[in-house]
């Protein structure tokens, strides 16, 4: 959420425990009509923070530790995802 706000945009984010999931979802309310192409860059650089993503989720273990698994969703102004990442079950 910080980026989109470093960048000029705004957006509303929803943290939900799902199970034993923390879910969090981010939505960028200046995109629409975000192209295929436009998702999938997004979705790999995604996939090169997994390693960090897992620490942070065994970060959040120390502290919560019947937490199984972390996502993060970033979606459009509409709520349609654009790229995920998930650390954990």
Known sequence: ESF???A????TSNIELV?????????INELADVSQE??????????SLSAEFEGLLAQL????PQ???LTI??????GNPLA???AGQ
């Open 4 to 6: 989109a706000t470093s």
């Open 8 to 11: 000029g945009m705004t957006c």
């Open 38 to 47: 436009t998702k999938d860059q997004l979705q790999t650089g995604y996939n």
């Open 19 to 27: 199970g034993t999931g923390l879910v969090i979802t981010i939505n």
């Open 67 to 69: 937490l199984t698994s």
């Open 84 to 86: 995920s990442l998930s």
């Open 61 to 64: 273990q120390t502290e919560i």
């Open 73 to 78: 969703v970033v979606g459009d102004k509409d």
